[in-house]
């Protein structure tokens, strides 16, 4: 606060979901510093547009004294090159700029201009900022709606050609601030809308204010005596999927569905498949990210699932959609109901570690190739025990002398780098095994 009174906010980046007040949340910070605001939006405009603004900026400065803030709608719809236009202008103080963006700030803007700005995150409206709006919206309908007035309304008004006392103006104020909106009023035009309707469109805007404001739109534009499932359903299909195939919400589902199979929540991740392909994700995406966590996540507690990941990824490149949910469906399923090991992926990751250490380590004589006469000469695979060839288990030296006697691949059961954690088990018990203990509680307290 001290910063807006002084007048200096610096440049920020607004991040946060569609609708959440971006623009309304930078115009009230320029009202409130008094500065000239410009407003452009990437998907419009280019670099020589903001140059003008720039030029305009510096003009003022020098004349009035009074600095410009420039406000960047969709400020990640511009490349790298186009984002360094900015610098010298933000350095030099010539200008404050607020960006606006609906993707990860860390993903989509450069780290020079992140560096110089502030970034602020907008959380999605609640559903009670979302009806506060609807009903402001409401208001200002209503309010230039002329109504008719009951019998006796008319009889306690007065004449047409009496202008009202003050006391009855003040009253008449007092009245129409206490006023709520109610569908069921008689006097409402707008039958239609009713408190399901408003609910619903509170409930399919999902915190976006503009898309709550054009489904209110649509009910006012529709027939007051339209039939109310009828509305209901044509406001369901004018709401589009909020998924973007490319962006932030493409990589959180994904991550959410890997996620559900791997804490072994079927229902979960069943959820985010029909998410994901009901919003038109590529089937084949999805297959790829199963065939992964097949083997990460399952591994060797059950050799079936990475064929069948594998089959699965096949039949989409086979069948395609929409056929091919149901092989996707059916792999899912089955990941999320399997046991769970990660030895295999984690010892994989121990040994890299291991071998970033040194890549030049040789390997042991013993277990090197020797297809010609000279490479014996040099004693290459001598001392090697052909393990078939015996009836007994043989000792060879297969790693570097440095890791000899490192496990990388620990035995099954071993639980000596895994954590135990009362509280998390105990919220596992009541919210996810419906308040019974877990059967594996006793055994693996002991081996702890």
Request: with cysteine.
């Amino acid at each position: 606060m001290n910063m807006l009174d002084s007048g200096l906010i610096g440049s920020l980046i607004l991040w946060g979901p569609p609708g959440c007040g971006k623009t309304t949340l930078a115009r009230l910070l320029a009202r409130h510093v008094d500065c000239n605001f410009r407003e452009l939006s990437a998907t419009s405009s280019g670099t020589n547009d903001v140059r003008a603004v720039f030029e305009e900026a510096k003009a003022t400065l020098s004349l009035t004294g009074r600095k410009t803030i420039l406000f960047l709608d969709e400020v990640h719809r511009f490349n790298k090159a186009q984002q360094d236009i900015f610098l010298p202008f933000i350095e030099q103080g010539q200008i404050q700029m607020i960006g606006a963006t609906t993707e990860n700030p860390s993903f989509r803007l450069t780290s020079a201009l992140l560096s110089r700005c502030r970034v602020l995150v907008l959380e999605r409206l609640t559903d009670d900022d979302t009806r506060s709006i609807i009903s402001s919206a409401i208001e200002r309908v209503l309010a230039s709606v002329p109504r008719e007035q009951p019998e006796s309304d008319r009889a306690a008004s007065p004449p047409v050609d009496t202008e009202p006392t003050t006391s009855q103006n003040s009253l008449s104020q007092s009245q129409s601030s206490q006023t709520t909106i109610s569908c069921d009023s008689p006097f409402l035009p707008y039958p239609q809308l009713t408190d399901r309707i408003i609910s619903s469109i509170v409930s399919l805007s999902t915190g976006d204010a503009r898309t709550a404001l054009s489904l209110l739109e649509l009910v006012l534009a529709s027939k007051p005596d339209r039939d109310e499932h009828t509305l209901l359903a044509s406001l369901r299909r004018s709401v589009s999927a909020s998924y973007d195939r490319v962006g932030e919400s493409h990589y959180d589902m994904i991550s959410a569905l890997h996620k559900s199979i791997r804490g072994s929540h079927g229902s979960a991740a069943m959820y985010w498949l029909a998410r994901m392909l009901t919003a038109g994700e590529d089937p084949l995406y999805i297959a790829r990210r199963l065939v992964v966590c097949a083997s990460e996540d399952i591994g060797l507690a059950d050799t079936h699932a990475l064929p069948l990941a594998v089959a699965a990824l096949q039949a989409c490149q086979v069948i395609g959609m929409p056929e091919c949910r149901i092989n996707l469906a059916h792999c899912v399923g089955y990941l999320s109901e399997a046991p769970k090991c990660t030895r295999a992926y984690e010892a994989y990751n121990r040994a890299e570690k291991a071998a970033k250490l040194d890549l030049t380590m040789p390997v042991p004589v013993a277990v090197r190739n020797a297809p010609t006469a000279l490479m014996k000469e040099l004693g290459y695979s001598e001392g090697y025990n052909y393990n078939p060839s015996f009836r007994h288990p043989v000792h060879n030296d297969y790693l570097p002398i440095a890791f000899r006697g490192d496990m990388f691949l620990k035995e099954a059961g071993n639980l000596s780098d895994k954590d135990w954690n009362e509280q998390e088990l105990l919220r596992w018990e009541q919210e996810g095994n419906g308040g019974r203990l877990w059967e594996g509680r006793s055994s693996a307290q002991h081996r702890h």
